[in-house]
């Protein structure tokens, strides 16, 4: 079984920084892609960039020049930066991962995208 964790949200002022962090854990598992996005209230979920096992990243442009995603492959971890934050960057937001793990039961590769259940960011004064 695949579990992903993300954290570091919380409350912020405008202007302010955070960075979230997403760790992808299970057993013989092994990560590809990784992605972020956000879903705000009342809103469908919005992508925010995605990061391959190289760790080249593209940005939805709503975000490019304040956001900035990397990873750590030995720990199956992606981080997000957020800098300059707004308002209207309250959200949720939820990593995802690409991976492979297998059965235990009969060794059979499983591939799959695993979600995690989110950090809640807040930007108010």
């Known amino acids: 079984q695949v579990h992903l964790a993300e954290s570091g949200g919380g409350l912020v002022q405008p202007g302010g920084s955070l960075r979230l962090s997403c760790v992808a854990s299970?057993?013989?598992?092994?990560?590809?892609?990784m992605g972020w996005y956000r879903q705000a209230p009342g809103k469908e979920r919005e992508l925010i960039g995605e990061?391959?096992?190289?760790?080249?990243?593209k940005y939805a442009d709503s975000v490019k020049g304040r956001f900035t995603i990397s990873r750590d492959n030995a720990k199956n971890t992606a981080y997000l930066q957020l800098n300059n934050l707004k308002p209207e960057d309250t959200a949720v937001y939820l990593c995802?991962?690409?991976?492979?793990?297998?059965?235990?039961?009969?060794?059979?590769?499983?591939?799959?995208?695993?979600w995690g259940q989110g950090t809640r960011v807040t930007v108010s004064s």
């Open positions: 299970g057993s013989r598992l092994s990560v590809n892609a």
């Open positions: 995802n991962a690409d991976g492979i793990t297998y059965s235990p039961y009969d060794d059979t590769p499983i591939v799959g995208r695993y």
């Open positions: 990061i391959n096992s190289a760790g080249t990243a």
